[in-house]
């Protein structure tokens, strides 16, 4: 059975850093991967979605990464605001079911 | 604008008692839904898929007859959480598919249940 994990929890940074969320999953035959952000009160944004051939994808200041084999993504933010405060969760798609991480809470300190 | 719309966003019940939730497709036609629960510090689960017309297909472990699922119309699902217990509060979230599959979909703004 696939599994999600993403590492850290949760992680606190300073406004304008550069920060890197991780995700890896232990059956690389995927369809897919994408990166989503959970805010309270509302429903799943996707971010970024990269298909199993592609190994990047970019969307104004995020950057995802795809290593199929190893199973292993990485959503890069640059240049963090606050408004990116949010938890962020990564899925891969299998056969008929979406696999979803546990997420990363991300809190940007102004 | 929302493409999915969800509501309520937040319920409490008391226990014992049944909480319906509706998940309305707004800009499309959706023969398929899928219906999620995620409870806290774990990760979103499929519980079950919506079809129009026919019977929903329930995940491993999920109970159908307390996780009644209801797809009446191409716009709407509901599913109803009936005797409700404090171990089902949780954040139930559906999402409709942009194609025909499970991957590229649109989601609720989620419904939070907590049963006291």
């Known amino acids: 059975k696939q599994e999600v994990t993403q590492i850290p929890a949760a992680l606190s940074v300073p406004e304008g850093e550069n920060l890197v969320l991780n995700c890896s999953f232990t059956?690389?035959?995927?369809?897919?991967l994408q990166w989503f952000r959970q805010d309270p009160g509302k429903g799943l944004t996707s971010l970024l979605l990269i298909q199993s051939s592609q190994r990047e994808q970019t969307s104004g200041r995020l950057n995802a990464s795809l290593d199929k084999s190893s199973g292993r993504s990485t959503l890069y933010i640059a240049a963090s605001q606050p408004g990116d405060s949010a938890t962020y969760l990564c899925?891969?798609?299998?056969?008929?079911?979406?696999?979803f991480g546990t997420g990363t809470r991300l809190t940007v300190i102004p | 604008g929302a493409v999915v719309s969800q509501h309520p966003s937040w319920v409490i019940c008391k226990s014992g008692t049944s909480v319906k939730i509706e998940c309305r497709s707004l800009d499309f036609q959706a023969t398929t839904m899928f219906w999620y629960r995620q409870f806290p510090k774990q990760s979103l689960m499929l519980m079950a898929t919506?079809?129009?017309?026919?019977?929903?297909?329930?995940e491993q472990g999920v109970e159908k007859d307390k996780f009644l699922i209801n797809h009446a119309s191409l716009t709407l699902s509901t599913l109803t959480v009936t005797s409700a217990h404090p171990e089902d509060s949780s954040f139930y979230i559906c999402?409709?598919?942009?194609?025909?599959?499970?991957?590229?979909?649109?989601f609720g703004q989620g419904t939070r249940l907590t049963v006291v």
């Open positions: 059956d690389s035959a995927i369809y897919n």
């Open positions: 899925a891969v798609t299998g056969a008929n079911n979406l696999f």
């Open positions: 919506s079809n129009e017309g026919s019977k929903a297909t329930y």
């Open positions: 999402s409709v598919p942009k194609g025909g599959g499970i991957t590229e979909a649109f």
